[in-house]
């Protein structure tokens, strides 16, 4: 595709459930990253894949947050018995390597609202 | 670990005027990446201009520009001839070298352009 495409743009979930967000890189991208933005706040770094490397895990906050990446396609990032502080924005972003120089591109954002 | 820092929530900017935004970061790294990235309402995150810091010329795109300043640890971005466009949240970002590919970002500072 022409850019970095999330779904669903919007998803409002109740305290306890879990819930499924979708990245879709360009094509060709073989690094990919999940960021969390809360309200008012800059990005902060979840996960990061490159191929078929092990992931960097290292931002995401707790063992109820989990990622997956098939190949260099599409990934689905997981969060487990949702609680309120993780309403945010959750963007996706790719690079062609992972490796500087690269620009990472990102995607629109899925806004996730847990009541 | 990296921080940057933004002490500006808030500017303003009168059309065709020129705006500096600020940013300053601490890290112990000698090479590094910097990076405005901007953020229109659609949410999605746009690079906006890149420095190396192994590089003394300050980058430019255009009607922006940064004044980096190695040893002070300040990336400021200077808007020419400010554009309706051009307002956003502006987050300035940071990046190692090399091992960790993440960006690390500041909170943002929300431009409002006046015409």
């Known amino acids: 595709g022409a850019g970095v495409s999330q779904s669903p743009s919007n998803k409002v979930t109740e305290k306890g459930k879990d819930v499924e967000l979708r990245c879709d890189p360009i094509s060709g991208h073989t690094a990919l990253y999940w960021y969390r933005q809360r309200l008012g706040q800059g990005l902060e770094f979840l996960i990061y894949f490159q191929g078929n490397s092990a992931p960097d895990k290292s931002g995401l906050p707790s063992d109820r947050f989990s990622a997956e990446r098939t190949g260099e396609s599409v990934s689905t990032l997981t969060i487990q018995r949702t609680q309120q502080e993780d309403s945010a924005v959750y963007l996706c972003?790719?690079?062609?390597?992972?490796?500087?120089?690269?620009?990472?591109?990102f995607g629109p954002g899925t806004r996730l609202t847990v009541l | 670990a990296q921080t940057v820092t933004q002490s500006q929530p808030e500017m303003s900017v009168q059309e065709a005027e020129t705006v500096t935004l600020s940013c300053t970061y601490d890290t112990s790294e000698s090479d590094y990446y910097l990076f405005w990235y901007k953020q229109p309402p659609s949410r999605q995150m746009i690079l906006v201009i890149r420095?190396?810091?192994?590089?003394?010329q300050n980058a430019t795109e255009n009607r922006f520009s940064v004044n980096f300043q190695k040893a002070a640890k300040s990336f400021s971005l200077k808007i020419s001839d400010s554009q309706l466009g051009d307002a956003a949240m502006y987050f300035c970002?940071?990046?190692?070298?090399?091992?960790?590919?993440?960006?690390?970002f500041g909170k943002g500072t929300k431009l409002t352009v006046n015409p």
């Open positions: 972003a790719s690079s062609t390597s992972g490796r500087v120089p690269d620009t990472q591109y």
């Open positions: 970002a940071y990046r190692s070298w090399g091992g960790s590919e993440k960006l690390v």
């Open positions: 420095q190396e810091a192994y590089k003394q």
